[in-house]
Structures are given as C-alpha cells and as structure tokens.
C-alpha cells in the first residue's frame, strides 16, 4: 500500500505540474493577445512574494520575453510638485491619440511604518485611464530604494509582450537612488519647476547628471519669465558636465502640462535621442548592461532571501544581534559567523 501511495501521490503532482504549465501557457497567450485582465494579472504575481505566484510569474515570463524589447522606456521623475501624473496624463493622452499604445508604471511610495501605499496615481490619471490603447498601473515601492517597485523590470517586459510601445515609469521623486530607474529605461525624462531656488539648487546637485531631457513644466501664466530663466540655469549646468557615453548632448526645454504646450516637443526629443543612440550603438548596448545589472541585483536579493530564510540562521540571528549591540563581538566577526552558518563551515 506504501509503494502505491507513493506512485498515487507522484501521479498527482506531475498532472499538477501539467496543468500549472497550461494554464501558465494559457496566461502568456492572453498577455499576447492585448488582454488586459490577463497584463494585470500577471504584474500581480510579478509583485508577489509567495513562492508560488513568483514560481509562475518566472514561468509566464520565460514564455513571453522572446515578444519583448520593442518600445521605448522611459523614465520620468522630479521634485515633489513638478507636476508629474499631471505631464505624464498630459503626454500619454498626446500619444495616444498619435497612435502609440502606453502603459504607465506609476509607483507610490509605501509607509516605512504601517507599509501602506496611497497607490492613487490612476485615480489622478482617469483621462489617460479611459483611453483604449492606455495602461496605467500604479504600485506601492515597499521600501525600495530609487523610487521604483521591487518588480517593475518585470512590469516593463510584460507590457512589452502585451503590445505597449511606449512604457512610462513614474518614480516617486528625485533622491541619490533615482540611478536605479536610470538603469532600467533607455531615456531618462526630468521635470523640473521654476520658482523656488532649493528645488533647482537640489537639481543642480547631481540630478542632471542622470538626465537626458530636462522640461521645465508649468511654464504658464506669471510663470512663465521664471520658466525661462530656470531653462538657461539648467542649461548652463549641462555644459559644465564632461561628456556622456551615449554621447548625447542632455537638451533642456519648457512645457505645460496644465496648457497642453510643449508636449510634441518633448516627444520629438524623445525619438531625437533613440535615433541617436541607435545609430552610434548605445541604445542597445545600454540595454544589455542593463540586463546583465538586472541579473546582478536578482542575485542579491535571492541570496538575500536564502539567508535569512537558512534555518541556523534564524536561529542564531537573534543572539548573534544581541550580542553585536551590546558592544560584545564586533559586526564584523558576527557577518562572518553567521555567513559560516549559512556555508555550512561552521
């Protein structure tokens, strides 16, 4: 009865196996087709943490990568109060009606205390939601750092195979971790506003050396003379920066979002830089890099996870931080305990 039971119960997993692996097929095939549904469901099991729905969305995705790459990335980011989901509703309506399918990534940051998300960037972006040929997708950060989800390299790929051409990553805001968005988009957009001198001081502070275009939004009414100047300060500080491996020279421009002034522009300088990155080979190159960094941080956070989830860890984990705060073995000699734990030379 034993051997039966055993051969019963690995019947019963290899037609669970099967069925897993059709329906996975199955999700990929409406992920193909333009189902939106289906693109939203299988950004939810990217976003997971459970074991299973990451096991499946590693499944969903190996199916469909080969459908992937064809669209321009593109990420946008600024101070608080730029005007962000105010542009990117602006600018995505503009390409819509032009004809391009986009999807929009817009991450929300996450409370460090009760781990809540406000997650209302589509509620902010109802016109551009109702658009037909329109994705936005908002997600809480969690806590990672460059002001993007854990998953949203996932996300781009798989709007990607659903046929988006254009794929918008809204960042929650300028902070010494946007290179991580950088590392994820062909062209790097930031909005800036005129009128307050800390906000364009923090720009000039190392924001600009990430940016391939800069608008100045809210270029409007009394503010527009104030637009203008903010243009050839920030022009101003791009000279001052040695040349880039793109080979790109960063262009600075004014637009409103509120007027709907500016936005073709900013498109046309858009399909400026991906013509010219294409022809002298960064554009792809940066993507392979890309891909090879992605593999790199995929390999941190799995180790990372196996660590802490190594059942001596968890076990001497708790002492070995006890004994680390209370100035008893140095932090030091205790990572390399608890490493050797996890090594199995200990």
């Not at 943490?49 to 190996?62: G, H, N, P, R």
């Not at 602006?90 to 929009?104: D, P, R, S």
């Not at 040695?242 to 637009?255: F, G, I, K, N």
């Not at 080979?281 to 941080?297: K, M, P, V």
Request: hydrophobic fraction near 40%.
């Amino acid at each position: 009865m034993g051997a039966e039971q055993h051969k019963k119960e690995k019947i019963s997993k290899i037609k669970a196996s099967v069925k897993s692996g059709l329906e996975n097929v199955y999700l990929a095939q409406e992920v193909r087709s333009g189902s939106i549904k289906a693109l939203s469901q299988a950004i939810t099991l990217a976003e997971s943490v459970k074991s299973s729905d990451i096991e499946k969305a590693q499944a969903v995705l190996k199916e469909l990568l080969p459908h992937t790459g064809n669209s321009v990335r593109i990420g946008i980011s600024g101070v608080p109060g730029a005007g962000k989901s105010t542009f990117i509703e602006a600018f995505g309506c503009l390409l819509c009606e032009a004809g391009h399918k986009v999807a929009v990534l817009a991450v929300d940051p996450s409370s460090s205390v009760g781990q809540g998300s406000i997650l209302g960037d589509k509620t902010r972006m109802n016109i551009l939601s109702a658009q037909s040929n329109a994705f936005v997708r908002p997600s809480p950060s969690s806590g990672s750092l460059g002001g993007v989800g854990r998953s949203t390299r996932e996300s781009i790929l798989l709007c990607e195979a659903a046929g988006f051409d254009v794929i918008i990553v809204e960042t929650v805001g300028v902070g010494q971790n946007e290179t991580t968005v950088r590392g994820m988009v062909d062209v790097f957009v930031l909005l800036a506003v005129a009128g307050t001198g800390d906000e364009l001081q923090g720009i000039k502070r190392g924001i600009t050396e990430l940016a391939d275009i800069v608008l100045v939004n809210k270029a409007d009414g009394d503010n527009k003379a104030r637009a203008k100047a903010a243009r050839q300060e920030i022009a101003r500080a791009f000279h001052l920066q040695a040349p880039r491996q793109s080979a790109w020279a960063p262009e600075v421009a004014l637009c409103s979002a509120l007027e709907h002034t500016g936005l073709k522009e900013a498109w046309t300088m858009i399909e400026r830089y991906v013509h010219f990155t294409k022809a002298n080979g960064y554009f792809f190159a940066n993507r392979n890099e890309q891909l090879i960094s992605w593999l790199h941080d995929l390999l941190k956070d799995h180790l990372w996870r196996r660590f802490n989830e190594h059942h001596l860890v968890q076990k001497a984990k708790v002492e070995t931080e006890k004994a680390v705060k209370n100035l008893e073995l140095p932090a030091n000699e205790a990572a390399e305990r608890l490493l050797g734990l996890f090594l199995g030379k200990v």
